[in-house]
């Protein structure tokens, strides 16, 4: 039996909890599936995204283990030195 959801009816917010994940493979071609809400940095060093409003490329120097609230499209590979980088949305 799965477990009860108690907030299954509640309208999602960009500052509810997190549903889904999925590990990213950075790409400088290839776009994520889902824009993300938010990202997790499991190692220290510099990340370069794509941003979902604008379409602008832009880096961030990150600690380990840290979670990035940007909704992206696309985690490039030229420019990005983190690693176990995962999408959450």
């Not at 009816?9 to 824009?35: C, H, I, K, M, Y």
């Not at 909704?71 to 980088?85: E, F, L």
């Amino acid at each position: 039996m799965p477990p009860t959801d108690h907030h299954a009816n509640q309208a999602e917010g960009l500052t509810s909890p997190f549903n889904d994940a999925v590990a990213v493979t950075p790409s400088d071609t290839v776009n994520l599936t889902d824009t993300t809400r938010a990202l997790y940095i499991g190692s220290q060093g510099t990340i370069s995204v794509v941003m979902a409003g604008s379409g602008n490329t832009v880096s961030f120097t990150l600690d380990k283990h840290e979670i990035l609230p940007v909704r992206v499209t696309r985690v490039n590979a030229t420019g990005t030195s983190c690693s176990n980088i995962v999408a959450l949305w």
